[in-house]
């Protein structure tokens, strides 16, 4: 399984970014999808998932409302709009993918795939 991030830039603060990950040689449907990020230096966070269906959706707290995150299982992509940024959303974004299973897409640890990043610089 391979996955391909794209999207990413230099926005000012306030703008929007939408992402897309493109997922390949699996079943795209059959997988649940997270955005994590990672700013220098800091760990790698979490910061949206979506279930194999697109009925749930996870957002970490400081993302709530402003990102927003969906797919198309059609077009095997997974896309995470981003408005209202902020500098403190400056980080490279990763999208990962696991296998879909009853357990919350919170963690690193949950997800088998990643994509390699995309970068996002939010200048004040």
């Known amino acids: 399984v391979q996955l391909q991030a794209s999207g990413g830039g230099l926005v000012q603060a306030g703008g929007s970014l939408r992402l897309s990950c493109a997922v390949s040689?699996?079943?795209?449907?059959?997988?649940?999808m997270g955005w994590f990020r990672q700013a220098p230096g800091k760990g790698r966070q979490f910061v949206a998932a979506i279930k194999w269906s697109g009925e749930e959706t996870y957002y970490t707290e400081t993302v709530k409302g402003r990102f927003t995150s969906s797919r198309d299982n059609a077009k095997n992509t997974v896309y995470l709009q981003m408005n209202s940024l902020k500098p403190e959303d400056t980080a490279a974004y990763y999208c990962?993918?696991?296998?879909?299973?009853?357990?919350?897409?919170?963690?690193?640890?949950?997800?088998?795939?990643w994509g390699q990043g995309t970068l996002v610089t939010v200048s004040s």
């Open positions: 990962a993918a696991r296998l879909a299973n009853k357990n919350y897409p919170l963690r690193t640890r949950d997800y088998d795939y």
């Open positions: 040689g699996g079943t795209f449907s059959s997988y649940d």
